[in-house]
C-alpha cells in the first residue's frame, strides 16, 4: 500500500506493514490501446538496459531537452543514489496502455524492482512521456525512477533494530548483554598516592600489561584527568574500593567525575572472552558492499568478530525497514516498501564463565607479576579448557586480549588511539592464539612418539633405557654426530635408567632420539600416521571463531627429520586446541569427540529455541591398552614423581591430583613454553592445553598458570607465582650451546 502525504507516519507505517502479506497474483493485463510499437519498444530497451544497470544504453534513449537538463553523470548518479538505498537487484515491467498524441506519445505501464531487503517493489500506475527525435525519444525526469522523485526529493530507507539479544554460558550467566551498564574510568596522576600500586591495579583489574598502563600514562601530564578503561557493572563493583584506595577513581558528581556510567552493549570482564564473543562496531567501508548483501546499512552496527559475527543474523534479528520518498525538509512524500523485522535469539555458548575469567585473570596476572623476566618479552600465548566427555568447550583464553568495547562507537575510548595503539602491539592482540596460530610443540608432542612407538612394539613400556647426556644414532643414519639431553642444558644429573613411561615423565630426550630413529627405519611413515590419527595436521572443525589453523605433520624425508619429530622439534606445528583435544584422547580412551563452542540458540521451551550442537562421537580410535596406559602413567609421574616428573616441584601440596606433559619447543629466538595436562587423574573431566611464546621451559612459565587456574577454581588456598619471575631474565640455553660447553668440557 502506498501511503499519501496527509496520513500521519505512524498510520502509514502500519498499514504499510500490515499490506507486507502475500500480494495476490496480478490480474491480466488490460488490452493496450496504441497504433504504434515503437514508444513501447523505447520503454522495453530501457527497462532492458536499466535491468543490466546499462546507464548509457539508458542514456542514449533520452531526448535532447533531458539530456541538457540531465548530464550523463547526473542521470547516472541519480540512479546509482536510488540503487544504493533500495540495494537494487533488477527491474522488470509491465505495459498496460500507449496513447498517442502528435508527436507525443504517453505509456502507462507498472514496475517491479527487485531488491535483497524489500523484495519485490511495486510502483504502479506510472506515466512515460515520449516524443519524435528522428525516432520515439524519452522525455526523462528523476519522476521516471520512481513516481514522487522529484529534483528535491530523494530515496531513504529508515531501519528500525529491535534490541540486539544476549550471550551467554552454560549456566545461564551473561557474556554479552544488551543495555547493560558500562563503568568508564578516569585518573588524575597528581592524586594517585602511589603510581606504580595504581598500575598493578589497573592491570589486575582491565587484563591489561602494566607496560602498556604505563605507555598510556607516559603521554598525560600529572594534572591531566584521562580516560584508562571501560569494564562491566560486575568487576567494577568487584575492583571499585582498590581503584578507589590506589587511583583515587571514585564516583562524583558531575561530568568530572572519575567514574561514568551509561547505558550500551556490556561485555562480561571486558576482554576475558574477546576472542570467543567478538564484538560490534559499524559496516566497514570496505565491507559496505557485503553486508548490504545481507540487508544492512552504512553506520549499522554488527558482529565483527566471534559469536557476534558467526551468528550476526541470530543476534541481531531483521530490522524492521521502510523505504521512503522525502522532500529536503524530510517530509515523507511517499512510502513505497517496508520489510517486517523478525526477533532476535539469545546465543548460549558451551563456556564456564568463571573458568573462563579465572583463566584469562590467571595469564594476564602471570604476564604482568614476570615483567622483569619472561613477561617483557612474551609474544603472548593461550590457554583451552576442554570437557573430556563431550568435546565442549570451557575456556578459551588468547593472550593478550583487549576490550570489545572499543569498537562500539558509543564508547568513551578514544577509538582512532585504542586501536592503533592495538595495531602497534607485535603480540598481535587480535589473533587467536588458541585456534589461528601453530606452534612447534617441543616435547608435549612426546605424547605421540611414546603412544606409538608402544602400539606399534617398538619398545616395551617396561623395557629399560639408559638416558644420559649424550645421544648418538650413527647406526640409524643421523646426519648429527651428537645429540643432547635437556638436562645437559642445566646441569642436572643425567636421568639415568628409566621405562618407557619414566622416560615420558622425566621428558628423556634420548630415549625418544631413539624411538623417533627405530620406528623410521620399521616405517618411515608411521610417527606421522599417529600424528594425523590424534587430529594433528587437520582443522578441528571448531565453528564460530573465525579461522583455524591446520597445523602441520610433514613425513619426514631422512631419519634426521623423523628424529626431530619424535621430540616436537622438527616438522610439526600444532594449535593450542590440538593439544588440548590429544590430552583429552589420551584421558577417555581415544573417544574422538567434535569440539565446539556453541550449545544453543534461543531459549528452551519458547518458539526460537534450536539446539545448535551436541555432543558428537566422530569416531572410537583404536588404541592399544598398554600403549595408553604407558602414556597415562608417564603423564601422572611428571606432575607427582620427586627428581623425575618435569613439573613435579609445580603440583608439590596440591590438594588435587591431575597428569599431565611439559614442553620446552626451541625456535629462534626464546623457547615456546608448553604444558597439557587432564584434571582429575581419576574419572577425568577436563583436558588444558596452554602456551607460551617466546618465554622460558613449560614447567617454569605454563604449568604455574594451571596451577593457579586450578588453585583458584577448586577453591583451594592459591600457590604464588615463582619468585624467580621479578628477576632479571636469563636466556635459556640451546641444545647446541649445552654440547659446546659439555665437549668443551670433556677435551
Not at 34 to 47: K, R
Not at 322 to 335: F, N, W
Not at 487 to 495: A, F, M
Request: hydrophobic share 40%; aromatic share 10%; with cysteine.
Amino acid at each position: 500500500m502506498l501511503c499519501l502525504l496527509l496520513l500521519s507516519v505512524s498510520a502509514c507505517e502500519s498499514a504499510l506493514l500490515q499490506d507486507l502479506a502475500p500480494a495476490a497474483p496480478p490480474s491480466p493485463a488490460p488490452q493496450i490501446e496504441t497504433t504504434a510499437g515503437e514508444p513501447a519498444d523505447v520503454l522495453a530497451a530501457f527497462i532492458d538496459a536499466w535491468a543490466r544497470e546499462d546507464y548509457e544504453a539508458m542514456y542514449r534513449l533520452i531526448a535532447e531537452r533531458s539530456r541538457e537538463l540531465y548530464p550523463l553523470q547526473r542521470f547516472i548518479n541519480q540512479y546509482t543514489g536510488a540503487h544504493s538505498v533500495i540495494r537494487f537487484a533488477g527491474v522488470s515491467h509491465r505495459l498496460k496502455k500507449v496513447a498517442h498524441q502528435g508527436a507525443t506519445a504517453i505509456i502507462h505501464y507498472d514496475i517491479v524492482i527487485s531488491s535483497p531487503t524489500f523484495g519485490e517493489v511495486a510502483d504502479d500506475n506510472r506515466v512515460m512521456r515520449l516524443i519524435q527525435e528522428g525516432g520515439w525519444k524519452i522525455a526523462w525526469s528523476s519522476m521516471d525512477i520512481f513516481d514522487g522523485m522529484s529534483s528535491r526529493a530523494r530515496l531513504i530507507e529508515r531501519a528500525d533494530f529491535p534490541p540486539r539479544a544476549n550471550i551467554y554460558d552454560r549456566n545461564g550467566k551473561l557474556l554479552a548483554e544488551e543495555g547493560g551498564l558500562v563503568f568508564s574510568l578516569y585518573v588524575v596522576k597528581q592524586d594517585m598516592r602511589d603510581v606504580e600500586a595504581c598500575l598493578e591495579a589497573l592491570a589486575e583489574a582491565t587484563l591489561q600489561q602494566i607496560s602498556t598502563l604505563r605507555g598510556i600514562f607516559a603521554n598525560y601530564l600529572a594534572e591531566t584527568r584521562f580516560h584508562v578503561a571501560e569494564m562491566d557493572e560486575v568487576r567494577y563493583l568487584r575492583y571499585r574500593e582498590r581503584l578507589a584506595a590506589d587511583c583515587a577513581i571514585t564516583r562524583t558528581e558531575g561530568p568530572f567525575s572519575r567514574v561514568l556510567s551509561y547505558e550500551s552493549r556490556s561485555y562480561y570482564g571486558h576482554g576475558i572472552a574477546t576472542h570467543i564473543v567478538g564484538y560490534i562496531g559499524a559496516v566497514p567501508a570496505d565491507e559496505l558492499e557485503r553486508w548490504e548483501a545481507r540487508g544492512r546499512s552504512a553506520g549499522d552496527l554488527v558482529g565483527r568478530a566471534g559469536i557476534e559475527e558467526a551468528y550476526e543474523d541470530t543476534l541481531a534479528g531483521a530490522p524492521q525497514r521502510y523505504l521512503r520518498i522525502v522532500d529536503g525538509g524530510s517530509v515523507i512524500i511517499r512510502e513505497l516498501a517496508g520489510a517486517l523485522g523478525s526477533a532476535p535469539s539469545a546465543v548460549t555458548l558451551t563456556i564456564d564463565r568463571d573458568l573462563q575469567e579465572i583463566t584469562a585473570q590467571a595469564m594476564a596476572d602471570a604476564v604482568s607479576y614476570a615483567v622483569p623476566n619472561w613477561g617483557g618479552i612474551t609474544a603472548g600465548g593461550a590457554i583451552v579448557a576442554l570437557d573430556i566427555n563431550t568435546g565442549e568447550i570451557l575456556a578459551l583464553a588468547s593472550y593478550p586480549s583487549f576490550d570489545p568495547h572499543i569498537f562500539n562507537p558509543g564508547t568513551l575510548y578514544n577509538i582512532g588511539n585504542a586501536v592503533l595503539r592495538l595495531d602497534r602491539d607485535v603480540r598481535n592482540p587480535f589473533v587467536n592464539k588458541a585456534l589461528a596460530e601453530q606452534y612447534t610443540p617441543g616435547s608435549v608432542y612426546k605424547i605421540v612418539t611414546t603412544l606409538a612407538a608402544a602400539s606399534e612394539r617398538i619398545w616395551a613400556p617396561d623395557a629399560i633405557f639408559e638416558c644420559g647426556y649424550i645421544w648418538r644414532g650413527d647406526d640409524y643414519g643421523d646426519s648429527e654426530p651428537f645429540r643432547t639431553d635437556w638436562r645437559l642444558l642445566e646441569d642436572r644429573e643425567p636421568t639415568g635408567p628409566v621405562t618407557m613411561p619414566q622416560a615420558l615423565a622425566a621428558s628423556c630426550n634420548p630415549f625418544f632420539y631413539e624411538m623417533g630413529a627405530l620406528m623410521y627405519r620399521e616405517d618411515p611413515l608411521m610417527q606421522i600416521r599417529y600424528a594425523e590419527l590424534l587430529g594433528f595436521g587437520a582443522p578441528s572443525g571448531l565453528v564460530g571463531l573465525g579461522i583455524e589453523a591446520a597445523g602441520t605433520v610433514s613425513p619426514p624425508r631422512e631419519p634426521a627429520a623423523a628424529i626431530n619429530n619424535a621430540i616436537g622439534q622438527g616438522e610439526v606445528t600444532v594449535t593450542v586446541v590440538q593439544m588440548a583435544q590429544l590430552a583429552a584422547l589420551i584421558a577417555n580412551g581415544g573417544r574422538f569427540y567434535q569440539p565446539y563452542i556453541v550449545s544453543h540458540i534461543g531459549s528452551e521451551g519458547e518458539a526460537d529455541y534450536a539446539a545448535v550442537n551436541e555432543p558428537t562421537l566422530k569416531t572410537q580410535l583404536p588404541l592399544d591398552g598398554a600403549a595408553l596406559q604407558a602414556v597415562r602413567d608417564g603423564m601422572c609421574m611428571v606432575t607427582t614423581a620427586r627428581d623425575l616428573g618435569t613439573a613435579e616441584y609445580v603440583f608439590r601440596g596440591a590438594p588435587y591430583t591431575l597428569c599431565g606433559k611439559t614442553g620446552t619447543a626451541e625456535t629462534a629466538g626464546n623457547p615456546q613454553a608448553w604444558f597439557v595436562a587432564y584434571y582429575p587423574r581419576e574419572e577425568p573431566e577436563i583436558a588444558f592445553a596452554g602456551v607460551m611464546a617466546q618465554s622460558r621451559e613449560g614447567s617454569e612459565v605454563v604449568a604455574p598458570m594451571i596451577r593457579r587456574i586450578l588453585d583458584v577454581y577448586l577453591v583451594h588456598p592459591i600457590e604464588p607465582f615463582p619468585e624467580w619471575w621479578r628477576e632479571p631474565y636469563t636466556p635459556v640455553k640451546s641444545q647446541q650451546e649445552a654440547l659446546a660447553e659439555y665437549l668443551a668440557e670433556e677435551s
